[in-house]
T-cell receptor, first 117, second 114 residues
C-alpha cells in the first residue's frame, strides 16, 4: 500500500541553524501539506502546495519557512534559522486533489521530530 | 474562527468495554469532519469522515461517529475496545481553502487496560 515517508525521524539542531525536513508523497498525489504539532498542543496546519507553488499558508508559516519540490518526488520544508519554539513534530501529508470530496483523503507520514537546542 | 475541542486529554478503558471519545467543533458553514488515529511511530491514519447525509458514519477498525449539528459534536465510538486500539485520536474539521487545510483538536490518548 502506498504511503507517505519522511526523513529523518528525529532531527536535533542548534538554535539559528538551518534544517531541511524531507517527505516523499504518494506518487500520483498532486497536493502536499505540512503540519506541525508542538508537544502537548494540537496539530497545526502550516502550508499546502500544488503545481509547484504554495496554495495556502497559515500565520505560522512566516519568512523563516519555505517549501520546495526539488526533484518531482521529494517535498521539503526548510526552516532558515531555527528557534527554540520550532521544536515540534512535523507531519507531511499528500492528497490526490485539493477538494474535500468524500473520495479524497489526506495521507500523513509518520512525522519528523525536530528538537532545537 | 474554526476550531476543534477534544475535552478529554487521556482516557483509560478496559479491554472489551465500550468507548466514546468526544469532539466539539466550531465552524460557520457545513462542517467536513474527520477522525484520525496515530499509533506510536506511525503517521495519522484516517478512521472515518463526515461530509453530508447520514449522521452516523461507519469507519475502519469497527469505529463509528455520530454528527450532531445541534450539539456541534462528532463523537467517536466503538462498542468493544481491543488492546490494539491504544493510540492517540484526533478529531479534525476540513476548511475549504485552496488545498483544504485540516484544523485539528489537541487529541485524546487512549489507554486500554486488561
Amino acid at each position: 500500500e502506498p504511503e507517505v515517508t519522511q526523513t529523518p525521524s528525529h532531527q536535533v539542531t542548534q538554535m539559528g541553524q538551518e534544517v531541511i525536513l524531507r517527505c516523499v508523497p504518494i506518487s500520483n498525489h498532486l497536493y502536499f501539506y505540512w503540519y506541525r504539532q508542538i508537544l502537548g498542543q494540537k496539530v497545526e496546519f502550516l502550508v499546502s502546495f500544488y503545481n509547484n507553488e504554495i496554495s495556502e499558508k497559515s500565520e505560522i508559516f512566516d519568512d523563516q519557512f519555505s517549501v520546495e519540490r526539488p526533484d518531482g518526488s521529494n517535498f521539503t520544508l526548510k526552516i532558515r534559522s531555527t528557534k527554540l519554539e520550532d521544536s515540534a513534530m512535523y507531519f507531511c501529508a499528500s492528497s490526490h486533489d485539493g477538494t474535500l470530496s468524500s473520495y479524497n483523503e489526506q495521507f500523513f507520514g509518520p512525522g519528523t521530530r525536530l528538537t532545537v537546542l | 474562527a474554526q476550531s476543534v475541542t477534544q475535552p478529554d486529554i487521556h482516557i483509560t478503558v478496559s479491554e472489551g468495554a465500550s468507548l466514546e471519545l468526544r469532539c466539539n467543533y466550531s465552524y460557520g458553514a457545513t462542517p467536513y469532519l474527520f477522525w484520525y488515529v496515530q499509533s506510536p511511530g506511525q503517521g495519522l491514519q484516517l478512521l472515518l469522515k463526515y461530509f453530508s447525509g447520514d449522521t452516523l458514519v461507519q469507519g475502519i477498525k469497527g469505529f463509528e461517529a455520530e454528527f450532531k449539528r445541534s450539539q456541534s459534536s462528532f463523537n467517536l465510538r466503538k462498542p468493544s475496545v481491543h488492546w490494539s486500539d491504544a493510540a492517540e485520536y484526533f478529531c479534525a474539521v476540513g476548511v475549504l481553502v485552496a488545498g483544504t487545510a485540516l484544523i485539528f483538536g489537541k487529541g485524546t490518548t487512549l489507554s486500554v487496560s486488561s
